[in-house]
T-cell receptor
Framework: GIQVEQSPPDLILQEGANSTLRCNFS?????LQWFHQNPWGQLINLFY???GTKQNGRLSATTVATERYSLLYISSSQTTDSGVYFC???????????FGKGTKLSVKP | DAEITQSPRHKITETGRQVTLACHQT?????MFWYRQDLGHGLRLIHY???????NKGEVSDGYSVSRSNTEDLPLTLESAASSQTSVYFC????????????FGEGSWLTVV
């Protein structure tokens, strides 16, 4: 099956700093989504981005499908950005996704 | 507002007991999924369904079963709970097709003692 690797596994930032999270996947996909899991365990969808670039406020994401990676950019980080960021991919005709192990982000005030 | 709800949110059960976790969504989504989350493993797919009467095994389906009798509900049953099934369980749903956002419930914390 498809393998998903995320890096770095852990990241500590000072408030206001920028960061880049990476997701590598082992096969072609037609579905790639980024999620944020907050400290209370809630999973929130950030982006659906199987290719191209999208931006939503301080967050943006880029997927280069031909090179099998995706990047999540967080600018001017805030303490509320803390949590775990997951990349999930799918290659089938429906929505079941394979998740990476996540990047744990801690933003210090 | 449409939503996806799980119950119970927390449960402690004994080894060998049957346990059912409920998942109910009001999005009218055809696709529903159950994942478990464990430290060091991220989220792993247990079972999924693409519509009424359709169920499929995921990556870690042993010891679990699901049934889909209507669009709104996908209950997850642990036939004989084991300590290895102590985990956080997430239900999710999405519209038909591969390019649709997946929405998660708030999770059910299960402890098997």
């Amino acid at each position: 099956g498809i393998q998903v690797e995320q890096s770095p596994p852990d990241l500590i930032l000072q408030e206001g700093a920028n960061s880049t999270l990476r997701c590598n996947f082992s096969d072609s996909v037609n579905n790639l989504q980024w999620f944020h899991q907050n400290p209370w365990g809630q999973l929130i969808n950030l982006f659906y981005i199987p290719s191209g670039t999208k931006q939503n406020g301080r967050l943006s994401a880029t997927t280069v499908a031909t090179e099998r990676y995706s990047l999540l950019y967080i600018s001017s980080s805030q303490t509320t950005d803390s949590g775990v960021y997951f990349c999930a991919v799918g290659g089938g005709s429906q929505g079941n996704l394979i998740f990476g192990k996540g990047t744990k982000l801690s933003v210090k005030p | 507002d449409a939503e996806i709800t799980q119950s119970p949110r927390h449960k402690i059960t004994e080894t060998g007991r049957q346990v059912t976790l409920a998942c109910h969504q009001t999005w009218n989504h055809n696709n529903m999924f159950w994942y478990r989350q464990d430290l060091g493993h991220g989220l792993r797919l247990i079972h999924y369904s693409y519509g009424v009467q359709d169920t499929n095994k995921g990556e870690v389906s042993d010891g679990y079963s699901v049934s889909r009798s209507n669009t709104e509900d996908l209950p997850l049953t642990l036939e004989s709970a084991a300590s290895s099934q102590t985990s956080v369980y997430f239900c999710a749903s999405s519209r038909t097709g591969s390019g649709n956002t997946i929405y998660f419930g708030e999770g059910s914390w299960l402890t098997v003692v």
